[in-house]
Every structure is written in C-alpha cells, then in structure tokens.
C-alpha cells in the first residue's frame, strides 16, 4: 500500500523531515519513503509558493495498513502528518524508474477509464538541466493546476536533487488526454511538446510515472475534503 500525506507543520519539522526524514529500518513496516515541502504549480520560481517550508508533503510505501496505521499513532514525525490529510492508494502503473521504487512492477492493475485515479511523478534532477526543465516544465504546471478535471495538483521538492508533481484526477481518460493533449482546454499540447523536449535530451538522472487507485482519503486540507470524486463502478 502507498500513501500521500499533506500537513501543515512548523518549519523546523519539514526541515528536520527534509534531513533525515522516515527510513526503512527506522519505522517498522515503512518500504520507501520521501519527505518534502510542497510548491504551488505554475507559481513563479523565486517566491514563497515555491518553497512551502510549513507545508510538509510525505510519500510513503508499506508492507500493510497497519504499519502506516502504527505510525500514524506513535511515530513523531507519524503523529504531526496525522493531523493532515492523506490518501490511501493501489498501486497500478508505473513508466520509468527510481530507485528504492524500481521493484514495482510496469502493470500492477488496470482501471476503468471513468474512476478517479491518482498520479505521482517522482524525479533526481540533472542540475545543469534545471533551466530548461523549468522552461517546458512551467507551462506543464499550470496546465495540470487548471485542468478541470483535477481536483488537488500541486508539486513539491527536496533539495538539491528531488522533484515529484501528485494529482487527483476525476477519471483516468481525463488524465490520459491531458498527457497525449487532448483536453479541450487552451494550448492542449504542453505536456506531450515537454515529453517530447526530455525524449531529446533527459532533465534527470532518474523519473518515474506512478498511477494510483484511491481506496480511501483521510482528514482535510486546506479546509477541504472529499477531494477524490465518489466512484460506484467496478474496474475491469
């Protein structure tokens, strides 16, 4: 089981996060994880929106619920992202890899086209990339942030190296056709020119693609919840 968790939290906690943030080895039952703060998408590069430090964003992956519900319960760190909000999520796809995630495997599941999906990017940077990665990466932002069919987008960081981008999505052929650019929104292509500018020359050192079902979402954010839309269908 994997999770995302957003919290609100004291700058010293998302630092120390940052630093030395939850490991397997050092949480009972935790398989991977990443810390770091949230930025707000499309936001200009030097400004607050891009460096939340009283925001903590933390991505998690688990043997079982009850190891995530343990630390949720004991763990310090557990307990601050506790009073956030989180979803809870089925793995189904991933493109590319990362290690400490590369042993997922390319299909896990599939999904009907109308249930909600969730989508996770997670990428290590080439810093002598990171100029045009901002270039094509922007518009990509804003394109994601105002798309009609997301419901929270949002990305977030850990320096020096670490990006990732996670959204929720009112249907998986919603988000399917913002990536092949055919929303009908303005500029519809700005995600697949951006796949076609890294398909030139790679921004990193490593990216994947990961694609969830939401089982179950927790708590509130930023004064709002029910943020994955209520689906009754049955996946194929």
Request: charged share 25%.
């Amino acid at each position: 089981m994997h999770t995302f968790h957003l919290a609100t939290v004291p700058a010293h906690v998302t630092a120390a996060a940052l630093r030395r943030g939850p490991a397997p080895g050092r949480v009972p039952g935790l398989r991977h994880a990443e810390a770091m703060w949230t930025m707000r998408l499309g936001a200009p590069v030097v400004s607050a929106h891009r460096v939340q430090l009283r925001r903590l964003a933390l991505f998690a992956a688990w043997e079982d619920e009850a190891a995530l519900e343990t630390f949720l319960s004991t763990d310090p760190l557990g307990h601050r992202v506790s009073t956030g909000w989180h979803v809870r999520l089925q793995f189904l796809r991933r493109w590319g890899r990362v290690r400490g995630l590369d042993d997922l495997p390319e299909i896990a599941g599939r999904s009907d086209p109308a249930e909600p999906v969730v989508a996770v990017t997670l990428a290590r940077m080439r810093l002598p990339e990171v100029p045009r990665f901002i270039h094509w990466g922007r518009p990509v932002e804003r394109l994601v942030r105002d798309h009609p069919a997301t419901t929270l987008a949002l990305a977030a960081a850990r320096p020096p190296r670490t990006v990732s981008t996670f959204s929720i999505w009112d249907s998986t052929r919603e988000m399917t056709g913002m990536v092949h650019g055919r929303s009908d929104v303005e500029a519809p292509r700005r995600h697949a020119d951006a796949m076609l500018e890294r398909d030139r020359r790679d921004f990193h050192h490593e990216f994947t693609t990961l694609r969830f079902r939401p089982l179950s979402e927790h708590g509130s954010w930023e004064g709002r919840s029910g943020l994955v839309r209520r689906y009754d269908g049955d996946a194929p």
